[in-house]
């Protein structure tokens, strides 16, 4: 079956105070709002990051920011992530949720090949943080192209704190290139005889 959620509604009971919300559900809430906004509900989101008390209530902001569907957002939510306002162990979290969107993907890897030497510097030093950094940057793809840029990428910019993530992804990304030649019709076919 399929639901369908009230944007204005939800706008509406998020904009009459975020706090009203049950906390298990605001992470849903604030995703909602910013996917579903523009600028306006992106502000309001930030704003929750900025002034939050509370680590697990800027994170749940944090995480949404990356939802929108404004090329202009996705940019500024990248260069959020990386900037002085979040903290270096949460800027994966932004751009996981940027890469998480099929508008934001290409977006996320491209703005981590056009800063690499930045991040490179500031991420490299042995910790997990480049390692998801490369994680959430490559792991939405499913094209033996993109597996193949991917490769080349990290041929010319080696990264010894994500080598193995590099290869783990590269292999994913052609396990699930293979997976969509092999199973594409027959999945496409399942879902247009369910009406989906």
Excluded at 19 to 43: F, M, N, T, W
Excluded at 83 to 106: E, H, K, M, W, Y
Excluded at 150 to 162: L, M
Aim: charged share 25%; aromatic share 10%; hydrophobic share 45%.
């Amino acid at each position: 079956y399929k639901r369908q959620v009230s944007t204005q509604s939800t706008w509406g009971r998020f904009n009459s105070g975020a706090q009203s919300l049950p906390a298990d559900l605001r992470a849903v809430v604030y995703r909602l709002v910013v996917a579903a906004g523009g600028l306006e509900e992106y502000e309001a989101v930030l704003k929750i990051f900025q002034t939050a008390d509370m680590h697990e209530e800027r994170m749940r902001a944090l995480g949404a920011l990356g939802r929108s569907k404004d090329p202009a957002l996705v940019s500024r939510s990248l260069d959020f992530a990386f900037s002085p306002d979040v903290r270096a162990q949460d800027s994966f979290i932004l751009l996981g949720s940027v890469a998480s969107t099929p508008n934001g993907r290409q977006a996320a890897w491209d703005y981590v090949k056009d800063h690499w030497t930045a991040l490179d510097a500031k991420f490299s030093d042995g910790s997990f943080l480049m390692a998801r950094i490369v994680q959430y940057a490559i792991g939405g793809f499913s094209t033996l192209e993109k597996a193949d840029e991917v490769e080349a990428f990290f041929k010319e910019h080696p990264c010894a704190s994500a080598a193995r993530t590099i290869t783990q992804g590269v292999e994913k990304i052609r396990a699930q290139a293979k997976w969509l030649v092999r199973d594409r019709a027959v999945v496409e076919s399942f879902l247009a005889s369910r009406g989906l």
